[in-house]
């Protein structure tokens, strides 16, 4: 999605003008794939952003196109599996922010590995980056969207939410815990005027899944073109997605006009699951 496709999608959500102008963002994951266009796609809408990422490099890059469009930029680095750094970020974005209005949940990754013989540590590896960071990161930010008077929680699930697939127990056992947190939460913070929802989407075109189509070729003798086929061929319309699209449906849950969206999972899957 090009500058000029992105304000017209900007346009519409905000019926006529910047959807999102004088929020603030706090994105993690933030330093590449789906989280760098979320941070993005926010700023272009309006929103001053908070940069989470545990890459001081990768928050300096993107800090340079955040600024470009306008924007304040609060570059955090923290990992999202560590109570006590989260805390910290926390802080540090309440008082670099002024406050926080919407809270998007991107951090997170996917290890393969079959079930039997399965090792612990791949486990609890990806069940904390997967599920306990957004537990960690949600509980130290909603404070400051009650303060607020409301807010917005979008995370980042995955159509793994929503399915079962071979050999990412782990990550799929992640995403569901993502799913049926954000559910719990819209039922307790909606007297708070917080709205709290999850994006799902498939296989989206990102570093990590080229790393994955990697792991795929080496593993099983496929050429890795044959793999990234193998990827695309679990949607209907036989594509990897862009991180844009991802960005693009988490602008329209942070503006107004989804204000009675809570408690959903918007699938972005090509029609591989309806719902």
């Known amino acids: 999605m090009n500058d000029e496709e992105y304000q017209l999608s900007i346009e519409v959500a905000g019926a006529g003008g910047p959807a999102l102008e004088g929020r603030r963002a706090v994105v993690t994951g933030a330093g590449r794939g789906i989280g ?21 490099q990768e928050l300096e890059t993107l800090g340079v196109d955040i600024e470009a469009l306008g924007r304040k ?45 399965h090792p612990d540590e791949l486990w609890h590896r990806m069940i904390a980056l997967n599920l306990t960071s957004v537990y960690y990161v949600t509980r130290e930010i909603v404070p400051a969207l009650i303060e607020n008077g409301g807010g917005r929680i979008v995370s980042i699930a995955s159509i793994a939410a929503r399915v079962g697939d071979k050999y990412v127990s782990a990550y799929t056992a992640a995403k569901h815990g993502v799913l049926g947190l954000t559910r719990a939460l819209a039922t307790e913070l909606v007297e708070h005027n917080i709205t709290v929802n999850a994006v799902c989407p498939g296989f989206v075109d990102t570093p990590l899944t080229e790393a994955s189509i990697a792991n795929i070729a080496a593993r099983t003798g496929m050429t890795e073109e044959e793999a990234r086929r193998a990827l695309e061929s679990t949607s209907p319309q036989n594509r990897l997605f862009s991180p844009d699209e991802v960005a693009a449906t988490v602008v329209f849950l942070a ?21």
């Open 36 to 56: 760098r266009a979320v941070a993005l796609a926010l700023a272009r809408a309006g929103a001053d952003i908070g940069a989470v990422s545990r890459t001081s």
């Open 73 to 117: 930029y609060i570059p955090v680095m923290c990992d999202v599996t560590n109570s006590e750094e989260v805390a910290d970020m926390a802080d540090a974005m309440r008082w670099g922010l002024e406050g926080v209005d919407i809270l998007v949940n991107a951090a997170g990754g996917a290890e393969t590995h079959k079930f039997v013989g």
């Open 255 to 275: 503006s107004d006009l989804a204000k009675g969206i809570t408690g959903q999972a918007i699938n972005i899957d090509g029609g591989r699951v309806m719902s």
